[in-house]
């Protein structure tokens, strides 16, 4: 594991509290194993400590935080900061325009005391400057649930996100599940910042009453 990825398990230890290296990893998307291995490093350096918490059955479980020293490493606002990583099965990467296609590409993006998003693609392109994700086919993006909303999903062909606008759009149909309702439509726009939503067209919805 690098060095960023040690900086984010200590961005994960600042903004969700005390974590175990079984639930950093699950959160990483790499084995447990890894996790303690940089656990182990960080202590070293007395950027985390750790917690045994004993249960009444099986071994107790280690829960690790940051230090002291650690704290110091984040500014005020640190907490309030928008972690975003992408992730492919593939990469290839073009000089003549300094463009990047993507093969099986996923977006995580993680902000405090917010639902996580997360969106794959088939396929999908970085603009030269990193700051434009387009994503191809069988387009999945997915809210988690929080406090009392369940788990949101959307799909749809083509997504276009602008980071810097932080903006997601598209002009293909779209379709949005959530629990029991549905909508769908064709064209769409969110603001992650402001958290507006809108269809732009063909706007159809169905509610279900639950059981």
């Keep these: 594991m690098s060095e960023a990825a040690a900086d984010r398990i200590l961005f994960l230890l600042k903004t969700r509290g005390p974590q175990t290296a079984a639930t950093l990893a699950k959160a990483m998307r790499v084995t ?3 996790v303690r291995q940089q ?5 070293s350096d007395s950027l985390v400590e750790h917690r045994d918490a004993r249960l009444t059955v099986g071994r107790p479980k280690r829960h690790w935080r940051l230090s002291e020293k650690a704290q110091t490493r984040f500014p005020d606002g640190h907490a309030n900061m928008t972690l975003e990583i992408l992730s492919a099965a593939r990469m ?6 300094d463009t990047t296609e993507l093969h099986a ?5 993680t902000k405090p005391k917010e639902p996580r998003l997360s969106v794959s693609a088939e396929r999908g392109a970085v603009s030269a400057d990193g700051q434009e994700l387009f994503l191809y086919d069988n387009v999945l993006l997915v809210r988690e649930a929080y406090e009392e909303r369940p788990e949101a999903r959307l799909t749809t062909s083509f997504l276009h996100i602008l980071r810097d606008r932080s903006l997601v759009r598209t002009d293909r149909e779209v379709t949005i599940v959530e629990d029991t309702r549905s909508l769908s439509g064709r064209g ?3 603001n992650s910042d402001s958290r507006v939503f809108t269809l732009m067209a063909e ?4 509610f279900e009453a639950k059981k």
């Design 32 to 34: 447990a194993v890894a």
């Design 39 to 43: 656990l182990m490093k960080l202590q």
């Design 92 to 97: 290839v990467h073009f000089p003549d325009d």
């Design 105 to 109: 590409p996923r977006v995580v993006q």
């Design 188 to 190: 769409m726009e969110y």
């Design 203 to 206: 706007v159809r919805g169905r």
